[in-house]
């Protein structure tokens, strides 16, 4: 028998289907909108920190706030001591990620990682570090130093360059150069001058991400309404018995 046949769609009210949508809807449409705050937070921040690199002298963002993925601007030359961080694969291939002593023209050194490079075929070689010579403006990310949650005890330092390490902390790498910043600084593309393979993963989570978050929150709460009106919704006639129980 068709809707045409005696039966047709009216409102049936269903307190436990109200009261489900009742809770969740502002709950979705609440997680949307937090999502969008935060992207303009993050986009305020951001155009922040890009004013700051454009116009901020490297001694000045030192004495304040070297956050993590803060871009910077540096104008200076490399030194030579160099640390291979060891156990970083791309692809499948075992490398080493290069971090190179870098020394403004004002202000003190730093760390520079400048990227990954593709491990010998034997232990005992490391990989030939060509690093430029000159004055060089680079530009890259305020990042952390590569030490693991849990310290591991480092071999002693033999006195050689290029230095194979597992991990570096900042206090190991002020044993060689007392003056280093407390952050490290990564290229930000292979580009810049000296860099290897500096494809890194962002080092927080952009505007964008926030943008597509939301979007999902409000699907799902759109979604959430569609459902509860079409389950609100049924079918009455001589041969429904859904208001008997």
């Known amino acids: 028998m068709s809707d045409s046949q005696g039966k047709h769609r009216q409102w049936q009210f269903d307190w436990r289907l109200l009261v489900f949508s009742g809770v969740f809807l502002p709950v979705l449409v609440s997680l949307g909108v937090w999502q969008l705050n935060r992207a303009a937070e993050k986009q305020l921040m951001l155009d922040q920190w890009q004013e700051e690199a454009e116009?901020?002298?490297?001694?000045d963002m030192v004495s304040g706030n070297l956050t993590s993925g803060r871009p910077v601007t540096l104008t200076g030359m490399y030194g030579g001591r160099n640390w291979l961080l060891d156990n970083r694969t791309r692809e499948g291939a075992p490398g080493y990620e290069i971090l190179t002593e870098f020394r403004p023209l004002d202000g003190p050194p730093v760390l520079i990682n400048r990227g990954w490079v593709q491990a010998p075929r034997t232990r005992n070689q490391l990989p030939e570090i060509a690093t430029p010579e000159g004055i060089f403006t680079l530009?890259?990310?305020?990042?952390?130093?590569?030490?693991?949650?849990?310290?591991?005890?480092?071999?002693?330092?033999?006195?050689?360059?290029?230095?194979?390490?597992?991990?570096?902390?900042?206090?190991?790498?002020?044993q060689e150069i007392p003056e280093l910043t407390g952050k490290i600084v990564r290229?930000?593309?292979?580009?810049?001058?000296?860099?290897?393979?500096?494809?890194?993963?962002?080092?927080?989570?952009?505007?964008?991400t926030h943008y597509g978050y939301a979007t999902q929150w409000f699907a799902l709460a759109v979604a959430l309404t569609i459902l509860t009106v079409v389950a609100s919704y049924r079918k009455t006639g001589a041969n429904n018995d859904n208001d008997n129980g």
């Open 55 to 59: 116009n901020l002298a490297w001694p």
């Open 139 to 174: 530009q890259g990310r305020i990042s952390d130093y590569p030490v693991p949650p849990v310290l591991v005890d480092q071999p002693a330092a033999d006195g050689q360059w290029p230095r194979r390490v597992q991990s570096l902390s900042e206090q190991a790498a002020r």
């Open 187 to 208: 290229l930000s593309g292979e580009r810049q001058p000296g860099a290897y393979r500096a494809d890194w993963q962002p080092d927080l989570m952009g505007p964008q």
